[in-house]
T-cell receptor, first 112, second 115 residues
Framework: AQSVTQLGSHVSVSEGALVLLRCNYSSSVPPYLFWYVQYPNQGLQLLLKYTTGATLVKGINGFEAEFKKSETSFHLTKPSAHMSDAAEYFCAVNDRDDKIIFGKGTRLHILP | EPEVTQTPSHQVTQMGQEVILRCVPISNHLYFYWYRQILGQKVEFLVSFYNNEISEKSEIFDDQFSVERPDGSNFTLKIRSTKLEDSAMYFC?????????????FGPGTRLTVT
């Protein structure tokens, strides 16, 4: 069965610093992987996705993630954090059926 | 940009009461979903719906739950007799195709509080 583990329920970085949010997954088939972002009082917005092909995927707002099969990881990065990046981030996996399996989420805090 | 909408944003109900959560998916989407997130826990899949039928459901989606597309635009989740543990944020989502379209678009959620 597929599952997603996000390391760290809260991550704090200084404005301008590197953002790294960790995600590991387990899946019985080559997975589709996603990062979603949730701003306060809003729905889940897709940041980026990996399906097939290039393992480094770029998303909106300067975020990117790299699929590493050997490490079963799909960590999210952004070179320089912005105050507007403060939100909750969810890693998710789809095993080619209807449901998306989410991680518990990581709340990103940006320090001025 | 088209978006999924949900009403109400917050619903308070007493234990044992029926509640209906409403969603308006994106107009040309064919697949519809409900997820829920209990406070402090993961977002969990409840059910998917296509062609007026449930296509997949989780073990959470028991006989207390039902879904319906009563007209061409709304998609509803009904909980027949609410329990305290049904208190959660409920998200509706829609996609143009099934899993092969990869992307499900989520609404802002309805916070259900059962007292």
């Amino acid at each position: 069965a597929q599952s997603v583990t996000q390391l760290g329920s809260h991550v704090s970085v200084s404005e301008g610093a590197l953002v790294l949010l960790r995600c590991n997954y387990s899946s019985s088939v080559p997975p589709y992987l996603f990062w979603y972002v949730q701003y306060p009082n809003q729905g889940l917005q897709l940041l980026l996705k990996y399906t097939t092909g290039a393992t480094l995927v770029k998303g909106i707002n300067g975020f990117e993630a790299e699929f590493k099969k050997s490490e079963t990881s799909f960590h999210l990065t952004k070179p320089s954090a912005h105050m507007s990046d403060a939100a909750e981030y969810f890693c998710a996996v789809n095993d080619r059926d209807d449901k998306i399996i989410f991680g518990k989420g990581t709340r990103l805090h940006i320090l001025p | 940009e088209p978006e999924v909408t949900q009403t109400p944003s917050h619903q308070v109900t007493q234990m044992g009461q029926e509640v209906i959560l409403r969603c308006v998916p994106i107009s040309n989407h064919l697949y519809f979903y409900w997820y829920r997130q209990i406070l402090g826990q993961k977002v969990e899949f409840l059910v998917s719906f296509y062609n007026n039928e449930i296509s997949e459901k989780s073990e959470i989606f028991d006989d207390q739950f039902s879904v319906e597309r009563p007209d061409g635009s709304n998609f509803t989740l009904k909980i027949r007799s609410t329990k305290l543990e049904d208190s959660a944020m409920y998200f509706c989502a829609s996609s143009k195709q099934g899993w092969s379209s990869y992307e499900q678009y989520f609404g802002p959620g309805t916070r259900l509080t059962v007292t």
